[in-house]
């Protein structure tokens, strides 16, 4: 009796030590332009988190992006490719892509296909003291990210003739509907699935068919058909109208930009790109070259995404916290960046996020 006493102890000891050190490898690509400040920033955030939660992050740094280009001749050396394969999730920066043919394609691209990171999602949602077209908005852009026109797929046919794929998949398609309309269920129950069916009957025909199967699976979610011109213009006139958004890939890469404005900015504005085994974890923004080391701009974006990081792991306290302790530093207004009016740094605004997780 006596011994079983001390190896329940002993297990009950061990138990408590495991949940104490429960770790996440965290593969951090710093990206360039801004993508280096803003990762500072938010490290130093999910550093003050750290000291609040019992898990760890450990933080394992790689190469990306285009400075990598010359050194290696990749946006994305096969180092870092194995390094991400030996983590639990990414958190990137952005890359400047090149525009030149025949350049690399974007490291983002390359990613979310090698980890077949089908759903891009990108939540739109007022803060308080920010400026948002309407009050308390609230909604979600869900955009397929493995095919479409965004793939970059082109050739030039003749001398000023190019052509480019876009390749939309019954598989695919259905794929991201499933996402999106299992998301819709946890909020408002609301989808809209967003298209150019009258003119790329083929392409859009087979995306809005998958919507409809899919949707059939779905009763209690009620959903909307919309053309993508026609929700570029509702986003602006009636943005209360959306819960889930979802759409193919070039259409949600423009129509969440277009949404992160209508909520304050892309300053503000976070993505999670997510796959059935991996999720990499970012601003909707790119590199904004003409920022690099001004410490100016707004490092929320991908403080933001650093939350979307931890709920996907499951960490949805240690998310709140983060999302808390923004919506108190936008809430108060002492502490603005340059998009947000005011002067204060990237330095400043992580330092006061850190704060405010600190002491609450
Ligand atoms: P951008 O998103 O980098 O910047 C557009 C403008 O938005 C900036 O000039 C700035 O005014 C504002 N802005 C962006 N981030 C901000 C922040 N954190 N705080 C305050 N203001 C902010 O768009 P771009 O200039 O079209 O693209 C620059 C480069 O980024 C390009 O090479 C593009 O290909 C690349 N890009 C990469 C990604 C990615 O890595 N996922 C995404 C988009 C663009």
């Given at each position: 009796?006596?011994?079983?006493?001390?190896?329940?102890?002993?297990?009950?000891?061990?138990?408590?030590?495991?949940?104490?050190s429960k770790t996440y490898n965290i593969a951090v690509l710093k990206g360039?332009?801004?993508?280096?400040?803003?990762?500072?920033?938010?490290?130093?955030?999910?550093?003050?988190?750290?000291?609040?939660?019992?898990?760890?992050?450990?933080?394992?740094?790689?190469?990306?992006?285009?400075?990598?280009?010359?050194?290696?001749?990749?946006?994305?050396?096969?180092?870092?490719?194995?390094?991400?394969?030996?983590?639990?999730?990414?958190?990137?920066?952005?890359?400047?892509?090149?525009?030149?043919?025949?350049?690399?394609?974007s490291g983002a691209v390359k990613i979310r296909k090698i980890f077949n990171l089908y759903a891009n999602v990108r939540p739109c949602k007022s803060f308080p003291s920010v400026d948002s077209l309407k009050p308390n908005l609230d909604f979600v852009v869900v955009r397929e990210n493995t095919e479409g026109l965004y793939s970059g797929a082109e050739f030039a046919a003749a001398p000023g003739v190019g052509i480019a794929y876009r390749i939309i998949t019954t598989e695919a398609s259905t794929r991201v509907a499933e996402f999106a309309f299992k998301l819709a269920q946890t909020r408002k129950k609301h989808l809209t699935y967003v298209h150019k069916g009258n003119i790329l009957r083929i392409t859009d025909g087979i995306f809005k068919e998958a919507m409809k199967t899919v949707a059939k699976k779905y009763p209690n979610v009620e959903v909307d058909d919309q053309h993508i011109d026609a929700t570029a213009m509702h986003l602006i006139k009636k943005p209360e109208f959306?819960?889930?958004?979802?759409?193919?890939?070039?259409?949600?890469?423009?129509?969440?930009?277009?949404?992160?404005?209508?909520?304050?900015?892309?300053?503000?504005?976070?993505?999670?790109n997510i796959g059935d085994t991996y999720g990499m974890f970012e601003p909707v923004h790119g590199s904004a070259p003409k920022y690099t080391g001004m410490n100016r701009?707004?490092?929320?974006?991908?403080?933001?995404?650093?939350?979307?990081?931890l709920n996907h792991l499951g960490e949805r306290g240690a998310a709140a916290k983060i999302?808390?302790?923004?919506?108190?530093?936008?809430?108060?207004?002492?502490?603005?960046?340059?998009?947000?009016?005011?002067?204060?740094?990237?330095?400043?605004?992580?330092d006061a996020i850190a704060q405010k997780i600190r002491e609450a």
């Open positions: 009796m006596l011994i079983s006493k001390e190896i329940s102890k002993i297990l009950h000891y061990k138990k408590v030590v495991v949940i104490m360039d332009g801004i993508g280096p400040e803003i990762t500072e920033a938010t490290i130093k955030v999910l550093e003050a988190v750290q000291e609040k939660t019992d898990f760890k992050l450990n933080f394992l740094y790689g190469e990306a992006g285009f400075h990598c280009i010359e050194e290696f001749g990749t946006n994305l050396p096969e180092e870092t490719i194995a390094l991400l394969k030996r983590t639990d999730a990414c958190l990137k920066g952005p890359m400047t892509t090149p525009e030149e043919a025949g350049a690399p394609v959306f819960d889930v958004i979802v759409t193919s890939n070039l259409f949600g890469d423009i129509l969440s930009d277009e949404a992160a404005q209508v909520v304050g900015g892309l300053g503000l504005a976070a993505g999670a701009v707004n490092p929320i974006s991908h403080i933001m995404a650093a939350a979307l990081m999302e808390k302790a923004v919506t108190d530093v936008l809430g108060e207004g002492k502490v603005r960046t340059m998009d947000l009016g005011g002067n204060s740094t990237t330095s400043d605004m992580a």
